[in-house]
């Protein structure tokens, strides 16, 4: 008999043994029909499975009928007793959520005995599918109990929350549900702390813990809490107010600022003794925070944010490069950084906005990098400007001189820091007797280890600084903008860091005249102009391009980016036709790998080729124009590859343009793209395309490989790209100047050098070799970490380097020794 049992297992010979029984003998009728169910449903598995069906379904509607009539004492007797039959183990699975989701929607009256007696129950679901919606239905009920009824019925509110601290629940569901839990506790007991709010064996919680048990106050429970209550990595208005209410209140400036000290530096935890932190991961690894302890510590973050100011940039900073860097101590908590990136944008400090620009080198994660952005034009909007104008005048300047050096003295010893260049940060030693060397004494080493160790972290700062700028005065090449002369002076010119890159550069001035003027590198304008913006050469004349690079090659002037030199691309008539996207650059079979890593290396976001589902469509993305335009260049698989778990190549693809509208992006025409814009994404293709083609892998032909031999053999020495194209002004400029100039003759997209065994054709694209008068293929392969010698180059171009360098060599092909080469050589001769 059912009754029988459920009276049975209902007996735990505790004070709630009669709220039980009792309940169970007023809807005896209950049992009765609940019995006969299960009968029908043994019966509906065997023979009689028509007939035993349609007599449960009228067995349920009798019930339901039934239930909908019961007033209110009868009604939370049927739901005590639906929770006592409930069932679902390895025996049997009859729940009735629905039935008891309706009646205590309805009833009213409920006992603190009634409320104990469905919190003991809910709770002794060992499944946390079933115990969250069980506890759910439950508090509906506890909320309808009054001071006195949750004093009364605190110990099982205090159980029910820790059950469903130790369960494997859904994150957001036991964020809700721990939610309620703590406001019925608070509205029982204002200085209650749930056990586990506070996590008993993680080292950033200690100051918390230690205050709650040397000095529990009502208040301070209220704060944390509030604390524990923020789910979101950014809180509502309402949040923050009553948060700055609370930590006043409890006296808790200090505390909050201690703990988010302690998430920032102190030791993390080890899966090995303090439990798992996520199911997926296996082995002992550490962690900062436990994933049932978020809530709380994005708390802490959030309210020494709001309460600390400046004090709290540092460590929100560190504990966001903590949390989401790439090189961290702990597991990856994007949460946890999300809430230290959005509370740093909060401080209203100006450091926070250089805290914010240092956090964008160094973290890679895509959700958090938009986070990121999001954080940096908040921060801009309270201080009235723009995001880029908030980026520029954040720049640090590590403490340096205007000329970007810095100088210690050290026993005698003289150091210095100086920025060499677009990417160099170099220290030198000047001992006493005058003598200079870049390695540091024996004398510094043992006498002054702090000081030596301090300036060598100052130098790796400086050049994170510097090559952050050169990045970001690049991407300006595509953004148009202008400035004041006065604020440019300030925030560029005269910055020790920037001024390093930026005097490098041709910008034009304009005067009142309204005419603009381009001045060379280093110079000065004429006058006292009005606005500045960087020289493009999409909007300069073919004689004024000319002229400025030979110019940069007679002064044998650098620049820190190709600027002078720089590929132009404008919409040709077939990507007018197509209308939304350009081919220009499809259709190229490239090296996956390479290619990815070059997404990477120049800012795109891509997601990663491979057998999964949507891994066979690459899209890489990337913002122009100060973020107002997004180039998508599409990429697949290549046909026929089989690369294992992510493919060896890549077939290129469609280029489209969208611009930004609102937070949303709409794809345009090419047409409506600004040519600074389109100019600029395409340079990017073609670098990804040139770098990474297996045209440009010279020993292709030697793999024995047929895949893709009609395209390399097309690719490799076909017509010259922009890039190219460049390369090969260049080379007019820089050949004369060369020992080799004799030797040398630029023949279309070809180089061709004079040697004494042979004449050689150099591709200017794929830098491949063709001998005469055959065109028979010559395969050399270059020296890893060798450059192109001694010649100079008015930019970096790893490609260029390589073409002279072959030059060079096969210039003079009788001194050439590797067997290797010479056999080419003489067989093709």
């Not at 050290?410 to 870049?438: C, M, N, Y």
């Amino acid at each position: 008999m059912l009754y029988d049992a459920l009276t049975a297992e209902s007996r735990r010979n505790d004070a709630l043994d009669d709220v039980r029984s009792g309940a169970l003998d007023r809807v005896r009728w209950l049992v009765g029909l609940l019995e006969r169910q299960r009968a029908e449903f043994r019966h509906a598995m065997g023979h009689e499975h028509r007939r035993s069906r349609a007599a449960g379904a009228a067995t349920q509607a009798e019930i339901d009928q039934r239930l909908a009539a019961c007033a209110d004492e009868e009604g939370r007797a049927a739901v005590l007793c639906l929770m006592l039959a409930a069932r679902s183990d390895a025996t049997s699975l009859w729940q009735y959520d629905i039935e008891i989701e309706s009646l205590i929607s309805r009833v009213r009256g409920w006992t603190p005995d009634e409320v104990a007696v469905m919190l003991l129950r809910a709770t002794e679901c060992d499944r946390g599918y079933r115990l969250a919606p069980s506890l759910e239905l439950v508090l509906n009920a506890a909320d309808q109990l009054d001071a006195d009824g949750r004093r009364a019925v605190l110990p099982w509110l205090r159980h029910a929350y820790t059950r469903l601290m130790d369960t494997t629940v859904e994150a957001r569901r036991r964020a809700s549900l721990a939610q309620r839990l703590r406001v019925l506790l608070a509205g029982a007991d204002e200085a209650c702390l749930p056990e586990g709010l506070i996590p008993a064996h993680a080292p950033w919680a200690a100051p918390l813990s230690d205050r709650a048990k040397t000095a529990p106050t009502p208040e301070l429970a209220g704060l944390i809490r509030h604390l524990a209550s923020l789910s979101a990595p950014r809180p509502a208005q309402r949040w923050r107010r009553t948060c700055l209410e609370l930590v006043d209140a409890a006296s808790a400036r200090g505390l909050v600022a201690d703990v988010l000290r302690a998430l920032a530096e102190d030791d993390p935890l080890c899966s090995r003794d303090s439990g798992a932190h996520s199911g997926w991961l296996s082995g002992d690894y550490h962690y900062l925070v436990h994933q049932n302890d978020g809530d709380l510590a994005r708390g802490v973050a959030w309210a020494a944010a709001l309460t600390a100011g400046p004090a709290a940039v540092r460590h929100l900073g560190a504990l966001a490069l903590r949390t989401g860097g790439t090189r961290s101590d702990v597991v990856e908590d994007l949460k946890l950084a999300g809430a230290a990136v959005n509370a740093l944008a909060e401080t209203g400090d100006p450091g926070a906005v250089e805290a914010l620009w240092g956090l964008r080198s160094r973290i890679g994660h895509r959700a958090l990098r938009k986070q990121l952005d999001t954080a940096l034009v908040t921060a801009a909007a309270q201080q009235g400007i723009t995001a880029a104008q908030l980026i520029e005048r954040s720049v640090p300047d590590h403490g340096l001189a205007p000329d970007g050096s810095l100088e210690r003295e050290l026993g005698g010893h003289r150091v210095r820091l100086a920025i060499e260049g677009a990417a160099t940060v170099r220290l030198t030693f000047t001992r006493p007797d005058g003598k200079t060397s870049r390695t540091a004494p024996a004398a510094l080493k043992d006498g002054f280890p702090d000081e030596l160790q301090a300036l060598k972290a100052l130098a790796k700062a400086v050049r994170g600084t510097l090559a952050g700028e050169r990045a970001r005065a690049e991407a300006l090449m595509s953004a148009g903008r202008e400035w004041p002369y006065d604020e440019w002076c300030r925030y560029y010119r005269d910055h020790p860091v920037t001024g390093t890159l930026v005097r490098g550069l041709i910008w034009e001035f304009r005067d009142a005249d309204g005419e603009w003027r381009a001045v060379a590198p280093a110079d000065g304008p004429s006058g006292r102009p009005e606005r500045v913006r960087l020289w493009h050469p999409i909007r300069a004349a073919t004689d004024e391009i000319r002229a400025w690079r030979e110019r940069l090659v007679a002064e044998r002037l650098r620049q820190p980016f190709k600027q002078a030199f720089r590929e132009i691309y404008l919409l040709t008539p077939a990507e007018r036709e197509t209308g939304g996207y350009s081919n220009r650059f499809a259709a190229h079979i490239v090296h996956y790998r390479q290619l990815y890593a070059l997404f990477k290396e120049r800012g795109w976001q891509a997601n990663f080729l491979g057998r999964y589902d949507g891994g066979y469509d690459g899209l890489a993305r990337a913002e122009f124009g100060d973020g107002e335009w997004r180039a998508c260049f599409h990429h697949e698989p290549a046909a026929d590859d089989d690369g294992g778990h992510a493919p060896e190549h890549a077939a290129t693809d469609q280029v489209r343009f969208e611009r930004r509208d609102g937070r949303r992006w709409r794809e345009v025409p090419l047409a409506e793209v600004p040519p600074l814009v389109f100019s600029e994404a395409m340079r990017d293709v073609d670098l990804f395309v040139g770098v990474t083609s297996i045209a440009a892998d010279p020993d292709w032909t030697d793999r024995g490989e047929d895949r893709y031999a009609g395209y390399w053999r097309t690719a490799t020495f076909g017509e010259l790209t922009a890039s190219a194209e460049v390369r090969r002004a260049a080379l007019e400029r820089i050949l004369p100047r060369l020992r080799i100039a004799a030797r040398c003759t630029l023949d279309g997209r070809f180089l061709t050098v004079r040697g004494d065994l042979n004449t050689y054709r150099i591709h200017l694209g794929s830098a491949n070799i063709l001998m005469e008068p055959d065109d028979s293929y010559l395969c050399i392969v270059p020296s890893r970490g060798k450059s192109g010698g001694t010649v100079f180059l008015p930019f970096e171009d790893e490609r260029l380097s390589l073409i002279l360098s072959k030059a060079m060599l096969l210039a003079a092909d009788t001194k050439i020794t590797d067997p290797t080469i010479l056999h080419q050589i003489k067989r093709g001769a």
